[in-house]
């Protein structure tokens, strides 16, 4: 499967982003997706996950209750609502998918195929 994210931005602390990932070749509902970030200076980290059917999800503590996940496997497309944005969430967000993947898991790691990255700046 080949991963293609977009929708990152410049946007003030407080305010809020949607990135979408639409993954093109087969099978995409065999996939569970993920999204995951890269700061400046940090290494790669886990943000949120879906399971291939969308009704399971996972999250990283520091986002809960502001980031939800998403998937529409119909039109081959995972989202990841950001609201109340924070400064240290500036990072690199890449879409993620895993291969064999159980129907109910969401996974924080295992990923085989990533996009190309977009990027997310938030301002004071």
């Known amino acids: 499967v080949q991963l293609q994210a977009s929708g990152g931005g410049l946007v003030q602390a407080g305010g809020s982003l949607r990135l979408s990932c639409v993954a093109s070749?087969?099978?995409?509902?065999?996939?569970?997706m993920g999204w995951l970030r890269r700061a400046p200076g940090k290494e790669r980290e886990f943000v949120a996950a879906?399971?291939?059917?969308?009704?399971?999800?996972s999250y990283e503590d520091s986002v809960k209750g502001r980031f939800t996940i998403s998937r529409d496997n119909a039109k081959n497309t995972v989202l990841l609502q950001m609201n109340d944005l924070k400064q240290e969430d500036t990072a690199v967000y890449y879409c993620?998918?895993?291969?064999?993947?159980?129907?109910?898991?969401?996974?924080?790691?295992?990923?085989?195929?990533w996009g190309q990255g977009t990027l997310v700046t938030v301002s004071s």
């Open positions: 070749g087969r099978a995409f509902s065999s996939y569970g």
């Open positions: 879906i399971s291939r059917n969308g009704g399971f999800t």
């Open positions: 993620a998918g895993r291969s064999h993947a159980i129907l109910s898991a969401a996974y924080s790691d295992g990923y085989s195929y």
